[in-house]
């Protein structure tokens, strides 16, 4: 969600209008959201990106499968 915000700010401050352009824009917002995952896994000791499913790590709310 960090890279999809950033690349959208920085596409709104650039105004890019080419292909290539607009891949440098994306790259650029995975780019910072990389930067922070990384400086909040060196400051907390901990990993943030697991393998975990949010299915796994979230109790169940007592609602049935709506998939049938």
Do not use: Y
């Not at 650039?14 to 930067?35: C, H, I, L, M, S």
């Not at 697991?50 to 790590?57: D, F, G, I, R, S």
């Amino acid at each position: 969600m960090l890279a999809e915000a950033s690349a959208k700010d920085i596409s709104q401050a650039t105004d890019p209008e080419t292909f290539d352009e607009n891949k440098e824009v994306a790259w650029q917002g995975g780019n910072v959201a990389k930067v922070v995952r990384l400086e909040l896994e060196a400051r907390t000791g901990r990993k943030v990106v697991t393998p975990l499913h949010a299915q796994q790590v979230l109790k169940p709310s007592g609602r049935r499968n709506l998939k049938g």
